[in-house]
């Protein structure tokens, strides 16, 4: 009986030193093996491993964690306060460093929170508020500041946790009601001068159609101007030709008829002249000149 006795005890503690001494690692997961508190060994892979039952299994997921930062109000360049809230995406880089100066996720999320919020202050004190919201995309600088953010808080989280910053940026930005004002006065202003940037654009362009449009009305009435001239001068020299033909086949004839024509521009019904019987325009109102 007694015999039956030891054994079954004997077979529970092996049972139970094999429950103690047998572990698993899940996917994603970084095991720390710890003796007494202190780091003995780091398992990576996934499987079965065996330990010493006084031996400590400390579980850590590799994978991505994030979590948002205490809010805090933050001073600019040119003295515009603002209120931030920045998200922290982070992964394990090295769990022994991570288990020693953190041991747990909790604390992880209380250091990094106050480390990236410290730099975002350092990091925002170099821009001025135009260069945080503006209504021109290309000036706003959040990029910069984003990529400034997760460099240097990423370089001292690895060195100082074991802890890789893959994102980092800010969630939510709120202006104190001290700054609203000012911002909105700054869009309406810079609203005003993109106004009246179009405004000169759109005179400077009628006044250039103006002128085109002066220009080609004066070269359409030159060149009309030109070929009238032209027309004028072909029919004077017709005219010309004409009465020279006529003159050189009957001078007599034609000196009558010109005589004639100054006749009906100078004298109307109502007209009357004094001549002198010798005057060339009485030549040919003297019926024996004309008989002859």
């Not at 009435?221 to 006529?246: C, H, N, S, V, W």
Request: hydrophobic content about 40%; glycine content about 4%; aromatic content about 10%.
């Amino acid at each position: 009986m007694k015999r039956n006795i030891i054994v079954l005890i004997a077979l529970l503690l092996a049972a139970l030193f094999a429950y103690g001494s047998f572990f698993t690692v899940n996917e994603g997961t970084s095991v720390i093996l710890t003796q007494w508190g202190k780091p003995v060994r780091n398992l990576e892979a996934a499987g079965l491993y065996a330990k010493w039952p006084w031996q400590k299994v400390n579980a850590f997921d590799k994978r991505i964690n994030c979590f948002e930062a205490q809010t805090l109000q933050l001073l600019l360049k040119d003295k515009n306060p603002i209120v931030a809230t920045c998200y922290v995406a982070w992964k394990l880089h090295d769990p022994k460093l991570f288990f020693q100066s953190l041991n747990n996720v909790d604390n992880a999320r209380l250091k990094l929170g106050d480390m990236v919020n410290s730099q975002l202050g350092i990091i925002v004190s170099d821009y001025e508020i135009d260069k945080i919201i503006n209504t021109v995309p290309e000036q706003v600088k959040l990029g910069e500041i984003y990529s400034r953010l997760q460099a240097e808080s990423d370089t001292r989280a690895r060195q100082k946790y074991g802890i890789e910053i893959t994102e980092v940026g800010m969630k939510k930005i709120l202006y104190p009601a001290l700054v609203s004002n000012a911002v909105y006065q700054r869009m309406k202003a810079e609203r005003t001068k993109e106004a009246v940037k179009y405004i000169a654009e759109g005179e400077e362009e009628a006044t250039r159609i103006r002128a085109n449009t002066d220009r080609e009305v004066k070269e359409v009435l030159a060149t009309a101007y030109k070929e009238a001239e032209e027309i004028r001068g072909e029919g004077d020299r017709q005219a010309l030709k004409i009465y020279a033909d006529a003159y050189s086949k009957d001078p007599e004839f034609f000196k009558f008829t010109k005589s004639l024509q100054v006749y009906s521009e100078i004298m109307d019904k109502n007209t009357t002249l004094v001549l002198s019987t010798d005057s060339e325009l009485f030549e040919y109102l003297n019926s024996r000149k004309l008989v002859r």
